[in-house]
T-cell receptor
Framework: ETGVTQTPRHLVMGMTNKKSLKCEQH?????MYWYKQSAKKPLELMFV???????ENNSVPSRFSPECPNSSHLFLHLHTLQPEDSALYLC?????????????FGPGTRLTVT | TQLLEQSPQFLSIQEGENLTVYCNSS?????LQWYRQEPGEGPVLLVT?????EVKKLKRLTFQFGDARKDSSLHITAAQPGDTGLYLC????????????FGKGTLLTVNP
C-alpha cells in the first residue's frame, strides 16, 4: 500500500466508448502525474499537475483529457481511443517541495481497447 | 533528451546467487531513484541516491551512485524468489517540473 489508489484496476473499452480513470492520493502531496507503461518501452510521462495546475502535457493526443479538481484527486478522461492506447496507466504523486522528486505510484489501470 | 540505459534487460538466476544490474546515462542527474515493480502492480520506490559516489544499503540490496552522477548500480546478495520483479531506475534533472526520466528496466527472475 503506497498511499495512492487507482480505479478501476482493469478496463476494457471499445473505440467509441467514453470512460474515466480515477486516482486518489492520501499522502498530502501537491504534485500528481499520469504515466503510460507499454511493453518494451520506458514509462512515458503524460501529464503533470502541481497544486492543481497542469505544468506538463507531453504531446499527448487530445483523446486523453486530464482533470485535477484538487491536490488529492486526478482523473484521466478517455474517448475515441485506438488499440495502440492499450497499456498500463499509472498515477503517481510527489511532494511539491521536490524532495529529490521521489514519486509514489498507484497500482495502475490495465486498459484494453478493442 | 535525457536517456537512461539499463542492463541487462533480462536476468534469470538461481536462489542464493549474487547479481548486479546497471543504469547508465550520458546526462548528469540531481538524484536517481530505484523502483521495483511486480506484475500487475505499480513501481515501488526502493531508494534515492543524491550525492556522487554515494552507497546505500537496504538489507541485501546495495545501491551506488556514480561519482559523476551519470550512472548507478544495484547489487543483490544471495537473491531470493521474492526479489523477482522489474527493476527500474529513474533520474531527476532537478528542474522545477518534477520530471523523472525512466529506463526500460531489468526484469529479474530468481528461481527457487
Amino acid at each position: 500500500e503506497t498511499g495512492v489508489t487507482q480505479t478501476p484496476r482493469h478496463l476494457v473499452m471499445g473505440m467509441t466508448n467514453k470512460k474515466s480513470l480515477k486516482c486518489e492520493q492520501h499522502l498530502g502531496h501537491n504534485a500528481m502525474y499520469w504515466y503510460k507503461q507499454s511493453a518494451k518501452k520506458p514509462l512515458e510521462l503524460m501529464f503533470v499537475y502541481n497544486f492543481k495546475e497542469q505544468t506538463e502535457n507531453n504531446s499527448v493526443p487530445s483523446r486523453f483529457s486530464p482533470e485535477c479538481p484538487n491536490s488529492s484527486h486526478l482523473f484521466l478522461h478517455l474517448h475515441t481511443l485506438q488499440p495502440e492506447d492499450s497499456a498500463l496507466y499509472l498515477c503517481a504523486s510527489s511532494s511539491a517541495e521536490g524532495l529529490n522528486e521521489e514519486q509514489y505510484f498507484g497500482p495502475g489501470t490495465r486498459l484494453t481497447v478493442t | 533528451t535525457q536517456l537512461l540505459e539499463q542492463s541487462p534487460q533480462f536476468l534469470s538466476i538461481q536462489e542464493g546467487e549474487n547479481l548486479t544490474v546497471y543504469c547508465n546515462s550520458s546526462s548528469v542527474f540531481s538524484s536517481l531513484q530505484w523502483y521495483r515493480q511486480e506484475p500487475g502492480e505499480g513501481p515501488v520506490l526502493l531508494v534515492t541516491v543524491v550525492t556522487g559516489g554515494e552507497v546505500k544499503k537496504l538489507k541485501r540490496l546495495t545501491f551506488q551512485f556514480g561519482d559523476a552522477r551519470k550512472d548507478s548500480s544495484l547489487h543483490i546478495t544471495a537473491a531470493q524468489p521474492g526479489d523477482t520483479g522489474l527493476y527500474l531506475c529513474a533520474g531527476a534533472d532537478g528542474g522545477s517540473n518534477y520530471k523523472l526520466t525512466f529506463g526500460k528496466g531489468t526484469l529479474l527472475t530468481v528461481n527457487p
